[in-house]
């Protein structure tokens, strides 16, 4: 007969674990479609939304490994969205590298804004003397847009590199079932690492600035909620590769909720974490001072694309 205990510890928390999971990777949906509509990054950190595809991808080939249910409905949704977050990222970070070259091509050269003082009689002149100085200067300005952002280069090397061990597991009959499930959960658990950084950053700031503003109180509940229910069903089912990464970020979201109690949030505190909970609500918050600037006039996307629409039609540019 099954115990009370093992219904809840193998069916009850798993379930619930399920549920926060969704959620926790549905957080920074909010703050990406405020992203698109700015046209710009403005400093949001998407690093970790490349490693959330290798990390949702690894538990989901662990979940076949192990046929696990509550394994594979954790992860497969959160590997389905990162496809959506990583576009965005793209879209605003290639935008962002891009723009200088827009710039460049809509400005005058020197020499022919130095021509627009000249006279109006020698305008005749000054015309073959401007299109040979623009085409010289346009040329001269260097290289085009890049083929590459840094996210592309990331997320690539993620996916290529969970691809070709998943295809070597595979295709490689010799390979027992422990073997494979050793593989994939050893291979899960270091892709796991980067999400470490950010409650580890998090407990540094708090612990030098002795105060608690840092600390993103949803994030940090769901988070050390999540590990909770997953924590006690790896014991449950005695399994280690999914008790690690759950029994760290535990620990981390225990030192932080204690951080929280001890440490006090100062005013100005209150004020930055309001903007940092509507802005980066996937609570992977690291410090990026780029200060990038909103696309159109008035910030908004429809006003650079049409900007970029008049472009290409007066200049033909690709």
């Known amino acids: 007969m099954v115990s009370a205990s093992d219904v809840i510890l193998k069916y009850v928390f ?5 549920i926060i999971a969704t959620t926790t990777f549905s957080a920074p949906v909010k703050s990406l479609k405020k992203a698109l509509r700015k046209g710009s990054l403005n400093g949001l950190n998407t690093l970790p939304w490349a490693f959330m595809t290798g990390n949702c991808l690894g538990w989901v080939a662990y979940s076949f490994v192990e046929f696990n249910l509550f394994v594979f409905f954790a992860n497969a949704p959160g590997f389905i969205l990162s496809f959506w977050l990583n576009s965005g990222a793209l879209k605003l970070q290639y935008l962002e590298q891009v723009r200088p070259y827009i710039e460049r091509d809509m400005s005058p050269s020197p020499r022919v804004r130095e021509s627009n003082n000249i006279a109006e009689e020698e305008e005749e ?68 690492v980067v999400f470490f950084a950010a409650p580890l950053s998090t407990i540094v700031t708090v612990l030098k600035t002795a105060d608690s503003s840092s ?34 970020g535990l620990l981390f979201g225990l030192i932080q909720v ?59 540019i690709i």
């Open 14 to 18: 798993p379930s619930l674990g399920v």
């Open 125 to 192: 002149e000054s015309v073959t003397t401007n299109e040979e100085d623009e085409q010289s200067y346009r040329q001269g300005g260097g290289s085009g847009p890049p083929l590459f952002c840094t996210h592309d280069k990331v997320w690539l090397l993620v996916v290529v590199s969970w691809l070709i061990l998943l295809s070597v597991i595979g295709l490689d009959s010799s390979l027992t079932h422990e073997i494979r499930k050793d593989i994939v959960g050893i291979a899960a658990n270091v892709n796991l």
């Open 215 to 248: 600390i993103h109180v949803r994030t940090m509940v769901l988070n050390t909620l999540n590990c909770v229910f997953w924590f006690a069903y790896s014991l449950a089912v005695r399994d280690i590769f999914i008790a690690l990464p759950n029994g760290l």
């Open 258 to 316: 204690v951080l929280y109690v001890i440490f006090p949030r100062s005013d100005g505190g209150l004020e930055r974490i309001r903007t940092d909970e509507e802005s980066m609500e996937d609570g992977l918050m690291m410090e990026n001072g780029d200060g990038n600037r909103s696309v159109g006039s008035d910030g908004s996307v429809e006003t650079e694309l049409k900007r970029k629409s008049s472009i290409i039609e007066d200049k033909s």
